[in-house]
């Protein structure tokens, strides 16, 4: 090659044409130093016929500065990433990035400093050093990640390098993981286990793209199959990514892997620190982690040799990211998997619609887990009608579930009640005049935290502590509670059972590994009498003495109404009721509504998940929803809402008039200001036979708008706020 053409990581820049030194080796995929104007870029040489732009005359050309001393991007990760921005309208440098992950790791291995206490403990301690010793302790990354661990300034803790309180360690990026072993504690499997191991098994040994949906219900041992995969892969000498939906959940998953390969698998996701980034990244590109589980950031990374890819809870919402570039990772991984000619399996006991329609079309092959792992049985569901069981006065939990609490307490058996709401209440206001307090950046009402004393917004990070008078007619001690979140259902949990010993569960309580492993350690150790969680605490776990779950609201998720809302529901609770008698006692579910007579709860009263997939299909079907029609989003956001207003019209107005495709809107979003930007958004209803993203490419591409506008598009959005 004699020029080049770059994909530059800058959305900002288009295409652009360099000329290769003699002596530089480059090839397609290549990440390379690039000089433009004064400045320097990153680029990866990519295909100049796969990459219009303009050409320009070699003789015109500048030559490249530099090679990084990493392995090329492989040609499938190339290929997903043209998809990928092809398919979600979404710049090719933005989705380009995402497979950089740590830009550092391009700068080849060698090593890092980090800085740990000494344990040296002088007597006397300025105020900051002796926060930053507590804070440190047994923590170790660099000066700038401690100093914010610590919430101290990076000046401190140099200072307390100097004085002997913290010492350098040099790591070694390039250290290498220890090796995981195929055979290391392979389980005896059930029977239906084995069939489904063996199909898993075989498609990996053979190679090529296969997409499966394994359809197991709570508790039959799914990892256990897709485990016995990643063991044939590990025999090939292939990578394997395992996707989970949240961070929370790979803690778990860690202890199980190490249990059944020896060691734990490579760690990927977005709050990793920079030696750890550097060197999984480094370890990726060269083929040599084995197993690398993450979030969905880690389905972009540069795999050398990727044979397997696992989605775990496969039909998990949090796998759409709704900001940057807004993918969904489930359908990424299925695309990852065609261009890197590799198996996946979509792992869930619920899986999504979608999911399900494309295996009734033959197009992944469904592979069923009927039962329960080792005897246990499903748990037995009851409905609570709020209507006419009702809660006492200012509580939440209505008679049966108490008796049913305090039934388990005497038993010696474990409780969990689910309200997905976290804090204490999801509104503040004020007795005497009503004065409700709300978000000064977002369209959203501010949630009490009584632990942190806080009044937060959940959307946008927005925290104050509560007034001790009212803002509008300042009387004092004039806050109430209205409704309750985990916090609340924690409180009344102790009031009616003093003695129980009460973990509560959310992402405010356990914010950390450690946390997270103590309290599943206190859990499986029977420590814990009553879990009061959010969603966070409905999937993956597995607390055999747990016999009764109590949904404290089932009506809370319908509220909203988007058309996802019934499917959504059926999976969450689904989903908690299923950690209930997994072990050797039974389990039961009590579920408060009062909406009784609402399909949903119906379906999950009746069990009949098939009839009830069956009806949510119908109506997708009538109101041409995903799968059967395609939707699409366009968001439009400013500071000021003039402006906002005046582009949403712009775009409206020029709206493509075609017979297969519906636009609606612009309407001022349901989350009419957030962040403080101020929102409007257009709904576009398509059949499938639309191409999509082409008129939405033609529409929006001639258009231009003031500078501080935003427009993005969804495809395939979850969201409607
Ligand atoms: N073949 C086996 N031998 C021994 N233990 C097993 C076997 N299969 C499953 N188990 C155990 O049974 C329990 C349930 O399995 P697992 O958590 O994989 O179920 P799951 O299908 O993922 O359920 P969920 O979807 O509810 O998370 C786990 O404790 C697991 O270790
Ligand atoms: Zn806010």
Known sequence: MNRARLLVFNSALPVLDYRVPEGMAIEYGSVVVAPLGPRQVLGVVWEAERLPGTEVPDAKLRPLLEVMPVPPLP?????????????????????ARMAL?????????????????????????TPQRAAAM????????????????????????????GAGLLEPVI????????????????????????????RFVAAVTKGGFAPFLLD????????????????????????????????????????????????????????????????????????????????????????????????????????KQDDGVRYNARDVAVMRAKFEKAPVILASATPALESMQLAEAGVYEKIDLPARFG???MPDIQIVDLRSEQPERGHWLAPRLVKELKARLERGEQSLLFLNRRGYAPLTLCRNCGHRFQCPNCT???????????????????ETPPPETCPECHTADCLVACGPGVER??????????????????????????????????????????????????????????????????????????????????????????????????????????????????????????????????????????????????????????EAREAARTIGGSRPDLPDVLVLGPAAAPLSLLRGRYRYRLLINARRSAELQDVIRTWLDPLRFSHGVRVAVDIDPYSFV
């Open 444 to 462: 959203a009402w501010l949630v009490e935290h009584r632990l942190s004393r806080r009044l937060a917004c959940h959307h946008c990070g927005f």
């Open 216 to 319: 197991g219900v709570t508790g039959s041992g799914k990892t256990e199959c897709y485990f016995e995969a990643v063991a044939e892969a590990l025999r090939l000498g292939q990578q394997v990514l395992v996707l989970l939906p949240e961070i929370a959940l790979t803690e778990n998953f860690l202890r199980r892997f190490e249990a059944r390969f020896g060691v734990p698998p490579v760690l990927w996701h977005s709050s990793l620190k920079s030696t750890e980034r550097r060197r999984a990244w480094r370890a990726i590109v060269r083929g040599e982690a084995q197993v690398v589980v993450g979030a969905r950031s880690a389905l972009f990374m540069p795999y050398a040799r990727l044979g397997l890819i696992v989605v775990d809870e496969a039909h998990e919402v949090s796998f």
């Open 171 to 198: 790591v070694d990026l390039d250290r290498p993981y220890p090796r995981a072993r195929a055979d290391f504690a392979q389980p005896e499997l059930s029977e239906d286990q084995t069939a489904a191991a063996d």
């Open 101 to 125: 992950g740590s830009s550092a790791a391009l700068r080849g291995g060698g090593t890092m400093t980090e800085y740990r206490l000494t344990g040296l403990e002088p007597k006397r301690l």
């Open 489 to 642: 259902i924690a409180d009344e949990v102790r009031e009616i059972l003093p003695e129980a010993r009460i973990a509560l569960v959310t992402s405010d309580t356990l914010n950390s590994p450690a946390k997270i492993n103590e309290f599943v350690e206190a859990a499986e150790n029977g420590m814990i009498d009553v879990i009061v969680g959010t969603q966070l605490v409905t999937k993956g776990y597995h607390f055999p003495e747990l016999t009764l779950v109590g949904v404290v609201d089932a009506d809370l998720g319908l509220e909203g109404g988007d058309l996802r809302a019934g499917e959504r529901t059926y999976q969450q609770i689904a989903q908690v009721a299923g950690r209930a008698g997994r072990g050797e006692k039974p389990g039961e579910v009590l579920i408060q509504t009062r909406h009784p007579e609402a399909a949903v709860i119906e379906a999950l009263a009746s069990g009949d998940r098939d009839s009830f997939y069956a009806a949510e299909a119908e109506a997708r079907r009538d109101a041409m929803a995903p799968p059967f029609g395609r939707w699409a989003a366009i968001i439009i956001s400013s500071e000021d809402e003039a």
């Open 375 to 377: 005897g246990a049985t």
């Open 75 to 95: 040609a499938p990760l190339r290929r997903l990433i043209e998809w990928t921005a092809d398919y979600y309208c979404a710049p090719l440098a933005a989705v």
């Open 134 to 161: 507590d804070a440190l302790d047994g923590e170790q990354a660099t000066i700038r990640e401690l100093a914010e661990r610590a919430s101290v300034s990076e000046g401190v803790l140099r200072g307390m390098v």
